[in-house]
């Protein structure tokens, strides 16, 4: 179940990357990642999904480190 859970997490953020996001000015993460001004803005973004993750472990941790290597932020 765990481990369902998890590829749940993974496949929303993953998708997410090419969601428009209007902190981003309607921009995808993908062409934020691309703009130096808004990439800025989505490491921020990225940086606070990371912390505010269920600190007691019962919901899986979204692939921050595999998002950043998906646009180039690594």
Do not use: F
């Not at 481990?3 to 496949?11: A, C, G």
């Not at 981003?24 to 130096?36: C, M």
């Amino acid at each position: 179940m765990v481990k369902i859970k998890q590829q749940l997490i993974d496949s929303y953020y993953m998708k997410w990357i090419d969601d428009k996001i209007p902190a981003l000015g309607n921009k995808t993460p993908r062409e934020a990642s691309k703009d130096p001004e808004l990439r800025k803005e989505l490491i921020s973004i990225l940086n606070e999904i990371e912390s505010s993750s269920d600190p007691t472990g019962k919901v899986p941790r979204p692939p921050i480190d595999k998002m950043k290597r998906e646009l180039n932020l690594l």
